[in-house]
């Protein structure tokens, strides 16, 4: 039986970066992933945020979206946020998540397809999860379980439309409760879905988003069309995500953003800290060290988008939504959407 020093579960963004940046310290690192291409099984939309882009030399992203709409269950008078910046980018998931992958073998580490957890032929001093909203890493090291979750659908297809990008959000209760449907739209590919409580879906996914696409001018496809979709948790960052036995990062650690659902920008910056305390946790056997890895202490970040998450959960029916849109538009309900999206 072959024995390494950490063995990440989940070849995500998370999981890959993580096993980078320990591979890159001189640790043994093994990551199992259980799908046998990365190509399928994509749950993400796959939009990076400018904080992120900031931050972070990424590859096969698309054109900038500078522009956002905000719609309300009747698609009348949007609100319309444009930024001097650049806000967002989305990426080719597939063409990162490859590039992730040799980036990690170049370090070092070992990035096995279809291959399952816990895994009989390799011993780890360490385990990390990030193996996804319903983890089973955190339940075999008695770790929290993502239980707030939303899921969702999306399809993704190459477009000509030569419009302005635009990030188009809708706010309606029957089509995606306790969420939005969305539209982003970059000029090269656009991405349509929506996402919400399956609870109170009132039919199929796909359904729903057929009649999302119906009633929605979303841009016509030029190509083949790609569905993704699946759990995403909303809960925000678990208090218990670290054990002397191993830790999570990434959708595993409910790293999301309670109110917007974006999960790729703690997917970037999370693996740093775990990395961190997982080398000198090895290095010194120190148990205090495992302390500075805290998800009680870094959920404070996400208490106003959790309170936000809550109101957004008790909209429930289409007037209740345009009542709210009519404070949107007033100057302060601008400038608090400017805040959550472009801040």
Request: hydrophobic share 40%; net charge positive.
């Given at each position: ?19 980078r940046l320990l591979a890159e310290a001189g640790l043994d ?262 302390e500075h890895y805290d998800g009680a202490a870094m959920r ?44």
């Amino acid at each position: 039986m072959d024995t390494v020093d950490v063995l990440v579960v989940g070849a995500g963004l998370a999981g890959l970066t993580t096993a980078r940046l320990l591979a890159e310290a001189g640790l043994d690192v093994a990551v199992c992933e259980r799908r046998t291409s990365l190509e399928t099984g994509i749950r993400t939309t796959g939009i990076f945020v400018r904080r992120t882009l900031d931050d972070y030399a990424l590859p096969h992203l698309g054109p900038a979206v500078r522009r956002v709409l905000l719609y309300p269950p009747s698609l009348e008078k949007p609100v319309e946020l444009v930024s001097a910046r650049d806000e967002f980018r989305v990426g080719d998931m597939e063409g990162i998540y490859a590039s992730a992958v040799r980036d990690a073998e170049r370090a070092g580490a070992q990035v096995s397809l279809n291959s399952s957890y816990p895994a009989k032929s390799t011993r780890a001093r360490f385990t990390i999860g990030a193996d996804g909203a319903r983890s089973t890493v955190a339940k075999n090291l008695g770790l929290d379980v993502n239980r707030q979750l939303i899921t969702g659908i999306e399809e993704v297809y190459p477009v000509r439309t030569g419009s302005v990008p635009t990030f188009h959000c809708v706010v309606d209760p029957r089509l995606a409760p306790g969420y939005i449907a969305w539209v982003i739209d970059d000029g090269e590919h656009a991405h349509v879905g929506l996402a919400g409580r399956a609870d109170r879906f009132t039919a199929p996914l796909p359904q729903l988003l057929q009649r999302f696409r119906d009633s929605f001018p979303a841009p016509d496809p030029t190509g083949p069309v790609k569905r993704r979709g699946g759990p995403i948790p909303v809960g925000g960052l678990l208090r218990r995500i670290v054990s002397p036995q191993g830790l999570l990062v990434g959708d595993a650690a409910g790293a999301v953003s309670p109110l917007t659902a974006g999960g790729l920008d703690p997917c970037m910056r999370m693996p740093e800290l775990a990395a961190s305390v997982t080398f000198d946790y090895l290095r010194s056997g120190n148990r205090y060290v495992l302390e500075h890895y805290d998800g009680a202490a870094m959920r404070r970040r996400y208490l106003l988008r959790s309170q936000l998450r809550r109101g957004l959960s008790l909209v429930r029916g289409p007037g209740l939504a345009e009542v709210a849109f009519a404070l949107l538009r007033t100057p302060p309900g601008k400038a608090a959407a400017r805040r959550i999206l472009f801040d």
